[in-house]
């Protein structure tokens, strides 16, 4: 399916979306998230893709929010069920088997934050500029910002840019932990595939039990995020990958992966 409001890019096992409306500056509405949607699905069904990358068409924004002229024309339960539909959205990016890497390369405001927030990791051009001003709107983050952001951060941290609607810059983002690397904007795409790269080259069947335990650990005690990891670990330690792993460790060569997932 051809999509006018993404761009879905899939190469060496590595799945790249581009949000792409540069005209205006790829704000979130509801077209686009019913692409995002599918693509997502695409994504996740296809045992060949290892890593997923979040990047903005254009050099100017990742994402500038939600379409504040589509937002405008809403009632109180249209907005009530975009905010659900763009959670949804978000979180299956989170749900995803696979890594989700955010390459934040210019605005990432209100939505456009929240979308970065529900990748696994982000890096950021030193154009990056992150934030929540729906306050200036006389609204609130409804893409799940509010709650992500917190984790993140921090109580007091995410209260702060909340309550006063502030951007924080590229350098900012990496002081507060939203960011894990800022890039020169000329070579942001290309660290983010090198990395990107790196874990492709992981046991896939490795690569999606980490995934899913730091994921699902996160939404428990520690505990039971243990517990989790117990079970995981001995379903991994079944793969092929894991076999020829620790033999290539013994044999002192490099393992080689088939990625075969069962
Ligand atoms: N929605 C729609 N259009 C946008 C948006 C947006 N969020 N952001 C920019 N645009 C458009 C502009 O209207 C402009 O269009 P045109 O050329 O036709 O006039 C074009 O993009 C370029 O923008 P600017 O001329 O404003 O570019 P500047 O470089 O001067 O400024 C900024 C860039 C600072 C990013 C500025 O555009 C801006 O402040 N944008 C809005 C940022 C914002 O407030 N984002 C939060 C939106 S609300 C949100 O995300 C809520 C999420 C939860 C919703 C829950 C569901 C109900």
New binding site residues.
């Given amino acids: 399916m051809s999509f006018e409001n993404i761009i879905l890019e899939i190469k060496n096992h590595i799945a790249t979306i581009y949000f792409n409306r540069p ?3 790829n ?2 509405n509801n077209a686009l998230f019913d692409e995002l949607d599918i693509a997502l699905d695409q994504i996740r069904d296809n045992t060949d893709i290892s890593v997923l990358i979040l990047t903005g068409a254009g050099d ?2 990742f994402v ?6 589509e ?1 405008v024309k ?1 009632t109180p339960l249209q ?1 009530k069920y ?2 659900r539909k ?1 959670q949804k959205v978000f979180s299956k990016i989170e749900a995803l088997p696979i890594p989700a890497i955010a390459a934040v390369n210019g ?1 990432a ?3 456009g934050s ?1 979308a970065a927030l529900a990748c696994d990791f982000i890096y950021a051009s030193q154009k990056a500029i992150f934030g929540l ?2 306050i ?2 006389g ?1 609130i ?3 799940g910002g509010t709650q992500r952001l917190a984790r993140l951060v921090g109580e007091n941290r995410a209260k702060e840019m909340i309550f006063t609607g502030k951007t924080i810059n590229a350098q900012q983002a990496l002081e507060y932990g939203i960011v894990n690397k800022i890039c020169d904007p000329d070579t942001l795409m290309e660290e983010v595939m090198k990395t990107a790269n790196l874990i492709a080259s992981k046991g896939k069947v490795a690569l999606r039990s980490a995934k899913e335990v730091v994921q699902n650990g996160l939404n428990t005690d520690l505990e039971t995020g243990c517990r989790i990891e117990n079970d995981v670990f001995g379903l991994t330690m079944a793969s092929e990958d894991a076999k020829e792993g620790t033999s290539a460790f013994l044999e002192k060569r490099k393992p080689v992966f088939t990625g075969k997932l069962y």
């Fill in positions: 005209k205006a500056l704000a979130l100017k924004a500038a929010g939600a379409d504040i002229a937002l809403m907005g975009f905010s763009g605005f405001l209100g939505g929240e001003p729906e200036n709107l609204l983050p409804g893409f």
